[in-house]
T-cell receptor, first 116, second 113 residues
């Protein structure tokens, strides 16, 4: 029943492949996020887009490339990944009212990625 | 000291029990606090925000102690369906434009018959 939709739900890719993860929300939220979560660990922030501009990059390797085509869509392009990049990739959105207020996040159901 | 620390668990409790989780945070300037629930192989879902005055939602009560920099979650009359990992979430760097929330490592709760 999440209002943040992620595709695909599962992805298996080789280290030489190029693939993309997609995320869509129609709640009018202006901030969108990518998180990475390994088993039994908390989600780790990767990127934040605010009003379609990249506002936070948590020193993520360049083999991960985010893109925000419009306020409803967020992509994560993957290239030359390593087996240790296998994880659950979560997209989230928040209203982003500005004014310095941190707001609650709404998560998509995630993409379970396996890199062989 | 970690930014957000939680009891590691797991907490194994019988149905109907009351269970409490604590979480400490290191940034005294933090303003926003949340509890999220995450089921195995699912996304985190917001359980409740935590307000300064404390707040209750049915069987769940959240409290904030700014002086000691900890928040708590109390679950009364535990149900089997409460079995999950409970994540304490605190705002970190305030970007002024979007949330930068820090997640605790989570506390695993297992409710048994």
């Amino acid at each position: 029943d999440t209002e943040v939709t992620q595709t695909p739900k599962h992805l298996v890719m080789g280290m030489t492949n190029k693939k993309s993860l997609k995320c869509e929300q129609h709640m009018g939220h202006r901030a969108m996020y990518w998180y990475k979560q390994k088993a039994k660990k908390p989600p780790e922030l990767m990127f934040v887009y605010s009003y379609e501009k990249l506002s936070i990059n948590e020193s993520v390797p360049s083999r991960f490339s985010p893109e925000c085509p419009n306020s409803s869509l967020l992509n994560l392009h993957l290239h030359a990944l390593q087996p240790e990049d296998s994880a659950l990739y979560l997209c989230a959105s928040s209203q982003d009212q500005g004014g310095g207020t941190n707001e609650k996040l709404f998560f998509g159901s995630g993409t379970q990625l396996s890199v062989l | 000291r970690k930014e957000v620390e939680q009891d590691p668990g797991p907490f194994n409790v019988p149905e109907g029990a009351t269970v409490a989780f604590n979480c400490t945070y290191s940034n005294s300037a933090s303003q926003s606090f949340f509890w999220y629930r995450q089921d195995c192989r699912k996304e985190p879902k917001l359980l409740m925000s935590v307000y300064s005055s404390g707040n209750e939602d049915g069987r769940f009560t959240a409290q904030l102690n700014r002086a000691s920099q900890y928040i708590s979650l109390l679950i009364r009359d535990s149900k089997l369906s409460d079995s999950a990992t409970y994540l304490c979430v605190v705002d970190g760097l305030n970007t002024g434009t979007a949330s930068k929330l820090t997640f605790g490592t989570g506390t695993r709760l297992q409710v048994t018959l």
